[in-house]
């Protein structure tokens, strides 16, 4: 007994310090000045924002940032670390686990766990001491499942558990989760808090990133709250003077400095309807993701759809769109009052929808063609005859967009994949221009670009809701919504939880609306 | 001050030649190559006889090639099509020549036998390219079972043996040459005819140049330095007016020839000017960007196969009646040489790159290679050494310059 003591009062120092990290990408500071220590034996939460800087904060800290490339010094059981790659710091015990799990899906649980670290001699695996330790570990985080078991096989809550047991092999000290409990039910993310605490006691210290007050206040010591690459505020919970509110509040405290264009609202009869919407899994057909949105939109009217990630907006989104995403899909489409068809892409872009990706690269744009060819994709009849594309009308096609949109390239014939991230969204959404939609659901549209661009789309949307056309945007800046929105649905956990008119809107209203909702 | 400007403004021969650096590779390539022929097999590369003969038998390398880059460019690949030619020959045999090893005789005429023959072909590949589309089996395997099928049921059908001879009209797919017409105003042993066509030919090739490059210079887009635009047409009409001269020389135009000249065109036509030919890029280059942008990808993929398809019938029937019989062997390997012939040509494995006018030059670098290395007197294996070694080299030249830009 009196050995521990000595050891704890020894170690009463934090076992993280990290002083004045300042980060720098290209044309952006992500991270400014921020300080953050961890006790021994501690729960610390960081929350904020999308965006405000946690992820890149964790990244400085494990080295995936190397030395050299930020600012600031890192102290970890009190000496100054400098970590060159992940390995750096994970051999001294510090091991993130990331939002999206690191697992191989169609290995066994054993060979993910010692993936990397093989109990091999000469290259040849102990299998018999694999399991056996994977048994132990296993037993550690609260599983029962036989080592030969596929990942593949077992639910994401358990993927989460199995990560954590892999970590705990490391001989972890401190442990870092991000979103760890984003995509688990109520059960599984209790039964993973509860095992922090167990942790706890056995003195690993833990850092949780997460958007849920509730969760932090459950099991958090003490609270980092980043905003806009700064730490604003720390807390501790056992003061007692710690709520949600304040909480809220320190997260999304800033003046709306950000400008956006002026624009007065005309707004006519209802465009689209969409009555009763659910849908689910593309994979597991049991899980529901949507869960029976009723949305309007009317001609002129932008409206916004708010949430924190993984609430189900994109799936909404492309479920609506012909199908792009979801099984058993369910519900029904109105275009200004008769019912429509979106079965497939093709009717959907019939019937007058149009749908911007969220991840352009991905799912929006050809990144070896040029603009020109991006520009006249989804509409290539546009710009042909009987299947023979007309040179003459596509070049104008493609020059006027470039022109109207201000995409700035060096001819459309630019290849795309060189353009910078706002460019690239104005050819994605010239793209949808041209298709010439009624209703267009424009899903994170000013994700990764400077402000100027930003400024720029704003002024594009606008122009749109001028035309006539109804606009549904959905964006994780909650500012950006509240700034160019008529009206703003709030969406959590596949519904929605809540509508307000953007004038009486504010951040805080919609951080209680989605706090009050989880396990709804 | 002025003088700078414009100076600046242009852009230099040397640096678009750099940046194109690919397209010019290819060609002087082949250029080399035919200029190290013509001296290792003492002149007799360029012979008129040879040149009808590289013509001939390359031509269902050159058939096959068009489809293959279709399939390449989507990001698929199809290995079924040498047997799948051989099969389509073994079909026509049975058709048209008594066998008695097969049950039944149709002795079926020659213009029906190749309708037949094609839309077997055509068939077949659009049954492979459903497999592909709907149940999204790698094209690899699914081909791969293709080529297997069709050669067991090509030896099946021809019972293991040589079928012929064909009828005359049959032969002269291959072996016939378009009369000439215009016999009476030429001295003998000039084939007239040849001349003339090409001599239009040449010149709607430069007047489509001409015209694309108005179109360019009309949005301020001709990015072309002009010396480089007259110097690249004057040596495609040196080119195909040596080529008809040549041709004029022997026994005027092969049949084959027409029939291939029509099918580069309009693939070109196809790839660069359609919008059934754009979106099988936009695939290639993007699926997902595509499918979300309202592309019909099944349907895409399902119509490429089945052209695919059609023309390796295409080239089974110009095989067969070259050789007057189907045999058991035909279009063994045929496969490997259209693929190299493609990535040669520059289309890329990762689909969504790649010209007409770039394979069919590979493919004729082929041609030439196994035309000269035949004439030098070096064995099938050493051939088969140096293709593979040249396929190597010009997909690392092309890896090597598009990491160095």
């Known amino acids: 007994m009196g050995a521990v003591r000595t050891a704890m009062q020894q170690a009463v120092g934090p076992i993280l310090e990290m002083k004045g990290i300042t980060k720098t990408f290209p044309g952006v500071k992500a991270l400014t000045d921020v300080n953050i220590s961890v006790m021994p034996a501690e729960i610390h939460a960081v929350v904020g924002e999308n965006g405000a800087g946690k992820s890149t904060l964790m990244k400085v800290l494990s080295g995936v940032y190397p030395h050299g490339s930020y600012d600031g010094t890192i102290l970890y059981e009190g000496k100054e670390r400098q970590f060159r790659k992940i390995s750096d710091s994970e051999d001294i015990g510090i091991i993130i686990i990331h939002q999206e799990l690191a697992l191989v899906p169609l290995l066994s649980i054993a060979e993910n766990i010692f993936l990397g670290h093989e109990t091999a001699r000469n290259g040849i695996i102990n299998w018999f001491e694999a399991f056996t330790r994977t048994r132990e570990l296993l037993k550690k985080v609260g599983l029962s499942e036989h080592p030969n078991t596929l990942i593949t096989n077992i639910g994401t809550g358990k993927q989460q558990l199995v990560e954590i047991a892999k970590a705990l092999n490391k001989k972890v000290k401190l442990l870092i989760l991000d979103e760890p409990t984003s995509s688990l039910n109520e059960k599984d993310s209790n039964a993973l808090l509860e095992l922090l605490k167990g942790f706890k006691a056995q003195g ?176 290539l009849k546009g ?103 008529d009206r703003i649905y709030v969406m959590n956990e596949g519904k929605f939880v809540a509508e307000m008119p953007a004038k009486e809107a504010s951040q805080e209203k919609i951080m209680r609306a989605i706090m009050k909702s989880w396990g709804t | 001050m002025t003088d700078i400007a414009a100076k600046a403004e242009r852009p230099s021969i040397m640096s678009f030649v750099k940046a194109n650096i690919r397209d010019y590779a290819l060609l002087l390539s082949l250029a080399a190559i035919m200029v190290f022929f013509q001296f290792t097999t003492k002149g007799i590369l360029f012979t008129p006889l040879n040149m009808t003969n590289i013509i001939l038998q390359n031509s269902y390398i050159v058939i096959m090639a068009l489809g293959m880059l279709l399939i390449i460019v989507a990001g698929h690949i199809d290995l079924s099509v040498g047997f799948l030619s051989g099969f389509v020959g073994a079909i026509a045999g049975v058709l048209m020549v008594t066998n008695p090893f097969w049950p039944v005789e149709w002795k079926l005429g020659t213009v029906p036998a190749i309708a037949v023959c094609l839309l077997a072909g055509t068939l077949i590949g659009a049954l492979q390219g459903w497999f592909v589309a709907r149940f999204r089996i790698p094209a690899f395997i699914v081909t791969l079972a293709g080529m297997l099928i069709f050669r067991g049921l090509m030896i099946a059908m021809l019972s293991g043996r040589n079928l012929g001879p064909f009828p005359e009209s049959f032969q002269a797919i291959s072996n016939g040459y378009v009369p000439d017409l215009l016999a009476f105003m030429a001295p003998a042993g000039i084939n007239m005819f040849a001349l003339v066509v090409g001599a239009v030919v040449t010149l709607l090739i430069l007047w489509s140049n001409w015209k694309a490059r108005m179109l360019e210079q009309a949005h301020g887009m001709a990015e072309e330095p002009i010396e480089l635009f007259y110097g690249r047409n004057a040596l495609i009409a040196a080119a195909f007016l040596a080529f008809s001269w040549i041709m004029a020389n022997h026994r005027g135009l092969p049949n084959v020839l027409i029939t291939m000249f029509a099918l580069v065109a309009l693939f070109m036509f196809i790839t660069t000017r359609t919008t059934f030919g754009r979106r099988v890029y936009a695939m290639g280059g993007n699926e997902k960007a595509a499918r979300l942008s309202g592309l019909n990808t099944e349907k895409i993929t399902i119509a490429i196969f089945a052209i695919m398809g059609g023309l390796s019938a295409l080239a089974g029937l110009v095989y067969a009646a070259r050789l007057n019989s189907a045999q058991p062997k035909a279009g063994a390997g045929l496969e490997l040489d259209v693929i190299a012939a493609c990535f040669i040509g520059g289309a890329a494995v990762t689909g969504g790159v790649g010209k007409i006018t770039g394979v069919v030059i590979g493919a004729f670098i082929m041609g030439v290679m196994n035309n000269g290395m035949g004439i030098m007197g070096i064995g099938i294996d050493w051939q088969q050494v140096i293709k593979g070694a040249v396929l190597l080299l010009a997909v690392f030249l092309d890896v090597y310059f598009k990491n160095k830009s």
């Open chain 1, 204 to 379: 690993i210290a833990s850092i949780l990133i997460t958007h849920k007050l509730n969760e932090v206040m459950k099991v958090a010591d003490r609270i980092t709250v980043i905003r806009d690459g700064k730490t604003v505020d720390t807390m501790d919970v056992h003061t007692g003077e710690v709520n949600e509110d304040r909480i809220i509040k320190a997260m999304v405290g800033r003046d709306l400095s950000e400008r956006y264009p002026p624009r007065i609202p005309h707004i006519g009869d209802t465009l689209l309807e969409v009555k009763n919407w659910s849908v689910h899994h593309p994979q597991h057909a049991d899980r529901q993701v949507i869960k029976g949105v009723n949305l309007t939109v009317k001609a002129g009217e932008v409206v916004g759809i708010a949430g924190l990630m993984g609430a189900g907006r994109t799936e909404f989104a492309m479920s609506l769109f012909g199908k792009a995403y979801g099984t058993k899909i369910s519900g029904d489409v109105f275009m200004r009052g008769k019912p429509v068809d979106v079965s497939s892409i093709p009717k959907a872009m019939e019937a007058g929808l149009a749908y911007v990706t969220e991840d352009r690269k991905t799912y929006g744009l050809v990144l070896i063609d040029h603009i020109k060819h991006n520009v006249t994709l989804a509409n």
């Open chain 1, 383 to 485: 710009v042909s005859e009987r299947g023979v594309v007309n040179d003459v009308s596509e070049i104008g096609v493609a020059t006027k967009y470039r022109k109207d949109l201000g995409i700035r390239s060096s001819s459309i014939y630019q290849t795309t994949v060189n353009l910078s991230g706002g460019n690239q969204q104005k050819v994605v959404l010239s793209k949808w221009l041209f298709s010439g939609p009624d209703v267009l659901i424009l899903d994170e549209p000013t994700r990764g670009i400077d402000v100027g661009a930003k400024f720029e789309i704003y002024g594009i949307i606008n122009q749109l809701a001028g035309e006539g056309k109804a606009v549904i945007v959905i964006s994780s800046e909650m500012p950006e919504l509240l700034g160019i929105s």
